[in-house]
Each structure stands twice: as C-alpha cells, then as structure tokens.
C-alpha cells in the first residue's frame, strides 16, 4: 500500500508555475472551472486541501466571452453598497460588455472554497478586458488553450 503525502508550504510555493489564457470565445463556467483548478492546483499529484499549492493564472480578451442560454437577458449579478437604496442590479448583456473582468472573477472565486485559504488563493489570479498590458515574460507563463471554446 503506498502513503499518500502531504506538502509543504515552503515546497508548494518554489513549484508553482505561470499559465496564460485566451479567453476569446470561451464559455464563462467551463473557463471558471478550468481557472479555479489551476489557482487550487488540483491539476497536481501532490495536491494539498489546506495548502495553497496552486499557481498563477492569467486570463486576457475576458470581453470576448460568451454567456450560453438566457443568461443575457434572465440572469441578473446584485451588489449592495451597504447604503440605503444601494441595490445594485446588472444583467448579463451589461455584466459581458461592461464589466467582464469582474464577471469571470465572480465564477472563480464561487467556485472556491468558502475560507482564508480562498482570499489567498484568489490574489493569484490576473484578468484583463483585452490583451495583456503587463509584461510577464520572466515568469515564462505557459500558453494553455481555453475550455469550452465555441465558434
């Protein structure tokens, strides 16, 4: 029988790699899902529950993602702003054209455990509207292809 091993934070930490994805005609929850295993690390043998052995991702083109069925017009995304009144009501349409950074990093972080592991896991994660504006050329993120592409 062979023993199951549990990493350490120190090794988890020099392990970790860079991805790059291409949101561009990609499913918003087939990308969230795909994202949030990554930044867990459960793409690893060596997966860890209460350590974050996960890496870092980055997603760009996040406003050429598309939203299946009615999510465009019947689903709406609330905030408050802790104020009266402060009701924040967006639909699909506007949370895709507008706001589609935050929308993708909604999915994720829903996607996530509900603890502090998760807020750290979550800081790993860089999303950008268009192309990447940041140079990440010495990290040498490896280029992935997005799940759930549709044409």
């Not at 930490?13 to 561009?24: G, Q, T, V």
């Not at 350590?51 to 760009?60: H, R």
Request: glycine share 6%.
């Amino acid at each position: 029988m062979q023993k199951s091993t549990m990493i350490k934070k120190e090794i988890a930490i020099k392990n970790r790699k860079w991805f790059i994805i291409d949101a561009a005609g990609a499913v918003v929850g087939k990308l969230a899902v795909q994202v949030a295993n990554l930044l867990r690390g459960k793409n690893k043998p060596s997966m860890t529950l209460n350590v974050d052995c996960g890496d870092y991702v980055i997603v760009y083109n996040t406003d050429k993602m598309i939203l299946t069925g009615n999510k465009l017009t019947r689903e709406f995304w609330y905030s408050h702003s802790q104020y009266i009144g402060g009701l924040r009501k967006r639909d699909g349409k506007t949370m895709l054209n507008k706001y589609s950074d935050e929308l993708l990093e909604l999915a994720v972080k829903g996607m996530l455990p509900k603890n502090r592991l998760s807020r750290r896991i979550i800081t790993k994660l860089h999303i950008y509207k268009k192309e990447v504006n940041k140079n990440y050329d010495a990290h040498k993120p490896i280029k992935i292809q997005a799940e759930g592409i549709r044409k």
